[in-house]
């Protein structure tokens, strides 16, 4: 069974600090890997993806991604109180045709 | 990306009973797909539903207890049937965005079997 790992948290962060999330994989061949957020009682919603090695920066979202060590990782820059929900990691599996999701990271951002 | 209108919001059912929840896009996709989502757990997907193919099952999911409709390419239709409690969760509706990087959801419909 090819799974994504996440820690649950909750992660708690002071505002303005940086929120470092991360998630392992364990299908090698998964080539793309999103990141969504998820508000309480919402819907899940795509922030971010990333497809190569190294880091993908988005305003205040960089993504990273280390394919050797099936590590993908999401920082939040000057974090916000409005920045806190559940974080979802996702990879395609190989062939892409499935999307395989990670339980996500509960994030608290404190003002 | 596409915009996903996803009804009941919510439901409270009875056991034993079905419900049927529904997906209807505002632009045309070939796949949709259906997910659930149990409090605290990931996202699993049920199926994939095709314009005018059976809908693709994933394993521990079968046809008798949730069937799919897709009768054409802005809609689909998700049916819980028989239900139980353990089938209270929240059912998400999906489809791929552009150039498929990641997918766009519907709102959800949280579910509450008692």
């Known amino acids: 069974q090819k799974e994504v790992e996440q820690n649950s948290g909750p992660l708690s962060v002071p505002e303005g600090a940086i929120a470092s999330l991360n998630c392992t994989y364990s299908d090698r061949g998964s080539q793309s890997f999103f990141w969504y957020r998820q508000y309480s009682g919402k819907s899940p919603e795509l922030i971010m993806f990333?497809?190569?090695?190294g880091d993908k920066e988005d305003g205040r979202f960089t993504a990273q991604l280390n394919k050797a060590s099936q590590y993908v990782s999401l920082l939040i820059r000057d974090s916000q109180p409005s920045d806190s929900a559940t974080y979802l990691c996702?990879?395609?599996?190989?062939?892409?045709?499935?999307?395989?999701f990670g339980a996500g990271t509960r994030l608290f951002v404190k003002a | 990306s596409a915009v996903i209108s996803q009804k009941p919001s919510r439901d409270i059912c009875q056991r034993g009973t079905s419900l049927t929840i529904q997906c209807q896009v505002d632009?045309?996709?070939?796949?949709m797909f259906w997910y659930r989502q149990q409090p605290g757990q990931s996202l699993t997907l049920i199926a994939t539903?095709?314009?005018?193919?059976?809908?693709?099952?994933e394993s521990g999911f079968v046809i008798d207890k949730f069937p799919i409709s897709r009768p054409n390419l802005t809609f689909s239709t998700l049916t819980v049937s028989n239900m139980s409690p353990e089938d209270s969760s929240i059912y998400l509706c999906?489809?791929?965005?552009?150039?498929?990087?990641?997918?766009?959801f519907g709102s959800g419909t949280r579910l509450t079997v008692v």
């Open positions: 539903a095709n314009q005018g193919s059976e809908a693709t099952y």
């Open positions: 990333i497809y190569s090695n």
């Open positions: 632009s045309q996709v070939t796949m």
């Open positions: 996702a990879g395609v599996n190989t062939g892409g045709f499935k999307t395989i």
């Open positions: 999906s489809v791929p965005r552009q150039a498929n990087y990641g997918y766009t």
